[in-house]
């Protein structure tokens, strides 16, 4: 197995800039990235290439821009810190650097590789491309992610995520985005990819949704699609699988796929455009005129088969094929469920103003309204402005992020870090605290969804219940999402660690006055209990916290599942994160407000526990499903159980998780998971060692612990002091985030949040500890010489 890292130039394990090792030719095109600069309009992320001198004259660089794109970003060397907390304190010197006019911060929330084509075909097929620079840089950033020389074996494809193995999913679909962005079919990296594509059996070997996006384009026809049939959203909802039951995300996918497939739409110009009849002779292992389609609906390589369909959807399939479709689809029950899906689509291109949940969801929206109101509507054109909020610069290229941003999740980490370090009281970091907390408190969501208020299931304080009348939605008046206001969706560990950031701030106590707040109340009393009661909304029967909602179907839906790429995605499930960031957040209000809603947060907290200690594995671990793996759900673990009073010293749990970590500890003193365990289920070590995000989330979830021993938080510690640069900054190492088990998706802030965190908790509980600059260099040149192979 080989496990690409992100960047270039060796150094102390790490990439600059959070980059990556690009496979880019000098003939390729290629703008001048000093052009580009990042606006950030309340928290909306947009890339803006300039294009006149007079331009540059007036939006000149920013750290922030120069460090995106991979260049110097032009800060000074620091003086080498000697103790642990002159290190978190040279790590913020640099990090605060990064912090966006508005108070967040921005980063490269890259990873998956099936965005970007989605995207792309949407907007050849509605003729809404994007601007000559982006399409350039486009083509840059996947190139940049083939699997070419040492990556991945070098066989040329694409793989699910950016340190996946190549794939048809990731093959037949990037290769399909080079051909509309303009690269010749005989560009060698292109006839590498094409016989990789072909090695594993073409692109009708391709998922679901990769068969999906080539039949809108037209390369194949509707036939090799299985069913996505809008009429069971006519489904009561009292129904076991009515789609309402399912994942946000799933649902949301599957809502516009269903409505294009119902219309059986395709690119009006297929027929005669000469990239697609070409794409229909480079993507099959069979002439185009040969391809008996309903043959290969159901065939899939075993690279992409994560979660085989099972015998219960297959024949599903097969009585929808067979039966359903040519007997029993009458014409006005499909008119109905067209116009049923059509609403619910115009529902959600209201609540998030045309932003939608995700870069999957955006686009096929995007195509839906094309279908219904022409590609000069409003609607289309709206979406095209919004999909901008996606695009990334990097020094590769152009990616596309998994959310429009990380603005109040990363903000709000950072926040708790530097409370955690023991540094929001120092008069240097006062200002950028107090625009990140007023970032915080505007971004929370203060309206209602779309029909709520007038709904059956209207209350005050919000339950979980919904209804057809709000799309379906949950209540998120009081909420905050994963990137900001626009997106409107509540996801319950946002809010939680929102909530916990803003009351952390708005607490401290002036250290020149006690008597006085160090910050202001930017958030009222009457907001912070909007944002418990929807909290106290999310619980499930057993306890456990999901994501977005409370779990609406039984796990056995999984059965249905027709992703195939990806596993857990057809209901919502309970998460040690999401779970313990809502204990956590509802012991601090409730320290601070015992009044309020006692009873129902006492017992809200009473059975979260007790499923936070059921989840535990008798190995001491919890799993977890946002990062990984285990270093990451065992730190948020950790965490909730001290606020019940749980530690090392009475808990035998706690030990247990404790022995986890310390049996998984490397030689170097630090701890390096792979993305393998998010897969396996079981602990994979990081085949190039330890790695400074999971060293730190294990040096902190130790510390939250109470754990008494120093020695083995020492050597964790010098580890984390001699990864950092000299300018303050942690290079960029593995992937750092998941979803769905098996797609990888980068949090590169993590390298600076959760460093600075655990580096001031040390110092805090154990007291300075010295290390001189030779000790640092020492271990700098030793890593470099491993690396090296050298001894």
């Known amino acids: 197995m080989s496990v690409r890292k992100r960047g270039e130039a060796p150094t102390a394990n790490g990439k600059p800039n959070g980059t990556t090792t690009y496979h880019l030719e000098a003939s390729d095109a290629k703008t001048d990235h000093t052009r580009w600069r990042l606006r950030d309009d309340d928290g909306r992320h947009t890339w803006h290439y300039l294009q006149t001198d007079e331009e540059l004259k007036q939006w000149p660089m920013t750290v922030a821009d120069r460090y995106f794109l991979g260049m110097d970003p032009g800060l000074p060397q620091l003086p080498t810190p000697r103790t642990p907390l002159q290190a978190s304190e040279n790590g913020l010197a640099f990090y605060t650097r990064l912090q966006l006019p508005p108070g967040n911060w921005a980063c490269e929330y890259g990873g998956p590789m099936f965005l970007l084509p989605g995207l792309i075909v949407t907007l050849y097929v509605t003729d809404h491309r994007l601007s000559r620079p982006e399409e350039i840089e486009i083509v840059r950033y996947i190139f940049s992610m083939q699997n070419l020389g040492a990556k991945n074996g070098g066989d040329g494809g694409w793989g699910l995520h950016v340190e996946g193995d190549s794939s048809v999913f990731g093959t037949a679909m990037n290769y399909t985005a080079l051909r509309l962005l303009g690269v010749e079919a005989e560009d060698e990296r292109m006839r590498k990819a094409r016989g990789c594509l072909l090695g594993l059996g073409g692109a009708l070997a391709a998922p679901h949704w990769g068969k999906f996006w080539l039949s809108v384009l037209g390369v194949m026809e509707w036939e090799i699609v299985n069913p996505v049939p809008p009429e069971l959203w006519l489904l009561p909802d009292w129904v076991p699988i009515a789609p309402w039951r399912w994942w946000i995300h799933m649902r949301m996918v599957f809502l516009p796929m269903s409505y294009a497939w119902s219309k059986k739409w395709v690119y009006p110009h297929a027929e005669t455009d000469a990239v697609v009849r070409g794409l229909r002779q480079e993507l099959f292992t069979l002439p185009y005129e040969e391809v008996r389609w309903g043959r290969y609906r159901n065939a899939i390589s075993g690279r992409d088969n994560y979660h085989p369909k099972s015998w219960v959807l297959n024949l599903v399939n097969w009585f929808l094929v067979l039966v359903w479709i040519p007997f029993l689809r009458m014409g006005w029950l499909v008119q109905r469920a067209e116009k049923w899906t059509w609403r619910l689509i115009q529902m959600e291109d209201e609540n998030s103003d045309y932003a939608d949940l995700a870069p999957v969801n955006n686009p096929m929206n995007m195509l839906c309204c094309c279908i219904a109101e022409g590609p000069e509507a409003y609607s289309v054109k709206r979406h095209r402005e919004r999909i901008r909020e996606f695009l990334f610069m990097s020094k590769g290229g152009m990616m596309m992020n998994g959310t429009n941003g990380v603005q109040v999740w990363d903000t709000a980490f950072t926040i708790q870090a530097l409370v955690g370090a023991g540094l929001a009281t120092k008069p240097e970091y006062h200002e950028m605290l107090l625009k990140a907390l007023q970032f915080l408190e505007s971004q929370q969501f203060v309206d209602h969804c779309v029909g709520y208020t007038t709904s059956p299931t209207y209350s005050d304080p919000p339950t979980s219940k919904t209804s057809p009348e709000t799309g379906y939605r949950s209540p998120r008046r009081g909420g905050w999402g994963f990137s900001n206001r626009d997106q409107g969706y509540v996801v319950s560990d946002c809010v939680s660690e929102a909530i916990k950031a803003i009351l952390m ?287």
């Open 505 to 791: 701030l708005q607490t401290l106590k002036d250290p020149a006055n006690p008597s006085r707040p160090l910050f202001p109340e930017v958030l009222s009393l009457e907001r912070q209990k909007w944002a418990i009661d929807i909290i106290l909304s999310l619980q499930n029967t057993n306890g456990g916290v999901a994501s977005y909602e409370t779990r609406r179907g039984g796990e056995w839906l999984e059965y249905l599942n027709a992703a195939e790429v990806f596993g857990r995605i057809m209901v919502e499930y309970d998460y040690p994160e999401c779970t313990t960031a809502c204990v956590t957040a509802l012991s601090l209000f409730h320290s601070l407000n015992p009044n309020y809603r006692a009873k129902d947060i006492e017992n809200f907290q009473k059975r979260a526990v007790q499923w936070i200690r059921t989840n535990q594995r008798a190995d001491g671990s919890w799993y977890g499903s946002w990062g990984i793996c285990f270093t990451y759900a065992g730190m948020f673990a950790l965490e909730s159980l001290k606020t019940q009073g749980e530690t090392y010293e009475n808990s035998e749990r706690v030990r247990r998780a404790c022995q986890f970590f310390l049996d998984k500890q490397a030689e170097d003193g630090g701890w390096g998971e792979s993305y393998r365990s998010c897969e396996t289920g079981v602990w994979c070590p990081h085949p190039e060692g330890s790695q400074v995000v999971n060293t730190a989330w294990v040096v902190i979830g130790l510390l939250e612990a109470h754990f008494p021993y120093k020695e083995p938080l020492e050597r964790a510690v010098r580890l984390l002091m001699g990864r950092q640069q000299g300018n303050g900054e942690w290079l960029q190492e593995g992937i750092e985030g998941v979803f769905n088990k098996s797609c990888m998706i980068s949090y590169p802030n993590y390298k600076f949040i959760f460093p600075v965190k655990a580096l001031g908790m040390f110092e805090r509980r154990f007291g300075g500890l010295e290390m001189n600059g030779s000790v640092m260099n020492e271990k700098r040149t030793s890593k470099k010489e491993e690396m090296n192979g050298t001894t």
